[in-house]
């Protein structure tokens, strides 16, 4: 789909912008944070662009090499311009909601379906299997760089689980294709941020896979990281951003349920479908939200009860 303006046309007369994601940061989120951040740098020059991100996860240190990102909240800072890419809502967005919040004009780029468009303009294609593939196609191809390539190529290689998941289309490869023309090193970039894990994440998704539960009847899998296992093997609720992909190859199990704790004791509840149960609206029973296949919410405490009442959903929305 060829979209009415450019991601230039928004730009209108801004002379400093802020670019901000979503809490927790992955794959997609960097690269549509980065990847718009050098486009814009690069073609605007007169522009002040503040890219923002609470962090940056080992797997993909490579995408901030030539950015200089703000970890904070941005409130000392009134910009002309707020860009929130691949957030769901406003509450989901993670460093710079501040600065978000206190822009003089919002843009909102996502592929939420449940986005409940939060910005003064938005532009939201629920269809695309990435936010960075709607970036892609909202930027112009001749501008962009093979910086600004690297990082939107890995963010939609890595939220359509490297051209697998069904939400990939067309459009998804024919964006990818694009951005292979700029020069990427496609096959160094999967293989660093996908193929090659540290031994210790690899050993915590052992014991984790050890103890998983698999209930036959709803064919539901779910397995748990508290603070102390993670603590045994030097890892951070920032790590573990793989084990839920490896539950779901589970081959008996349609859904899977991954839970971790935080360092505050709270929980984080990760969710994955093979199948067409809607995950979105399991996450929505417990106040989070997501898509189709991939869900996630927060929780207190008692992850077996939590497992118990997404076992039972899962029952109804299969009996549906
Ligand atoms: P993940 O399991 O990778 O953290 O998240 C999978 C999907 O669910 C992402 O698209 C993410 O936006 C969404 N998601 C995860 N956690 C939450 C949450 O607490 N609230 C909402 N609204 N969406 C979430
Ligand atoms: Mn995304």
Known sequence: MIPMKRLDDYLENAKTVAIVGHVNPDGDCLGSVFGTYRYLVENHPDLCVTPYASFVPEYLKFLAKDVPFDDTDGEDRTYDLAISVDAS????????????????????????????????????????????????????P???????????????????????????SKE?????????????????????????????????????????????????????????????????????????????????????????????????????AKCDVNVALIAKEFGGGGHLRASGFSFERDPEAVAGKVRDLIRTLKNK
């Open 89 to 140: 809502a406003k509450e989901r967005i993670g460093a710079g909601k501040a600065a978000f919040e206190n822009a003089r004009r919002t843009l909102v780029i996502d592929h939420h379906e449940t986005n409940p468009l939060f910005g003064d303009e938005n532009y939201v294609v629920p269809k695309a299997a990435s936010a960075s593939e709607v970036l892609a196609s909202l930027m112009d």
């Open 142 to 168: 001749d501008k962009i760089s093979l910086s600004a390539a690297e990082k939107l190529y890995t963010g939609i290689m890595q939220d359509s689980g490297v051209f697998r998941y069904s939400s990939t």
């Open 172 to 272: 998804t490869l024919l964006a990818a294709a694009m951005l292979i023309d700029k020069g990427v090193n496609f096959s160094k970039i999967i293989e660093e941020s996908v193929i090659n894990q540290p031994y210790r994440e690899m050993k915590l998704m052992g014991e984790v896979l050890m103890n998983s539960v698999l209930c036959p009847e709803t064919k539901f899998v779910y397995g748990t990281a508290p603070i102390s296992l993670q603590k045994k093997y030097g890892l951070s609720s920032s790590e573990l951003a793989n084990v839920v992909v490896e539950l779901n190859a589970v081959k008996e199990a349609d859904v899977a349920l991954f839970m971790y704790q935080y360092e505050d004791g709270t929980w984080k509840a990760s969710l994955r």
